[in-house]
Every structure is written in structure tokens, then in C-alpha cells.
């Protein structure tokens, strides 16, 4: 369930290619082939999104991201941290859908 979002002003420090907006989202994370179970997204951007998680996944691993209210999105795991990974969208995100879905979680 959505909790809060609002615009990250954090300087771009880390080599990111595109602005992060800070979320706390339920949402579903499956591999390919497999089920979908819960992750919790803590920052999306139209390159991709950081979440926590319980899976151990490889970098370069395909899996797909599904929000409320939008199809489900392929992207590919760039890190794993403990508990959270990074993973970059196969397609980026419209502005415009990451404005809805950063709306929405408000």
C-alpha cells in the first residue's frame, strides 16, 4: 500500500541519469518463470527503481516490476545491498507515468 512520495533533492553524486522520487510503494517483483512476490519500492525515476526485498537475485538478472494500475515493467537488477537492489527499466518510464504513480502514493 502506498504511504508517501515526494521529489528527492539530492545531488546527483552517484552517476544517476535521471531524477528519483522517493516512495514507499507495495508493489509486485517476479522473475522470469516464477511467481511474484512483495517488494516495498523506496525510490523510482524514469531509468528504474530501488526496493527492498527478501530475494538474493544476480546482477543482470531479467525480472518485472508490477505497480497499481499499470502493466506489469521489465527491468534488469544492477545491485544487490542486504536487503535492497537496484534495477534499471528494459524501457524507461514516460515522465508523465512516474508523475502519476508519485501523485498517487501522496
Keep these: 500500500m502506498a504511504l508517501s512520495a515526494e521529489l528527492s533533492t539530492q545531488p546527483d553524486g552517484e552517476g544517476r541519469r535521471a531524477e528519483r522520487r522517493e516512495v514507499v510503494l507495495g508493489a509486485g517483483l517476479r522473475q522470469r518463470g516464477a511467481h511474484a512476490v512483495t517488494v516495498q519500492v523506496v525510490d523510482l525515476s524514469v531509468s ?5 526485498t527478501h530475494l538474493d537475485l544476480l546482477p543482470g538478472s531479467d525480472v518485472w516490476l508490477k505497480l497499481p494500475g499499470l502493466e506489469s515493467l521489465h527491468a534488469r ?30
Excluded at 537488477?77 to 501522496?106: K, N, S, Y
Design 77 to 106: 537488477v544492477v545491485w544487490m545491498r542486504g536487503h535492497l537492489m537496484g534495477c534499471e527499466f528494459v524501457r524507461p518510464l514516460h515522465p508523465a507515468v512516474l508523475d502519476m504513480v508519485a501523485r498517487a502514493v501522496r
Design 48 to 52: 528504474g527503481f530501488r526496493a527492498a
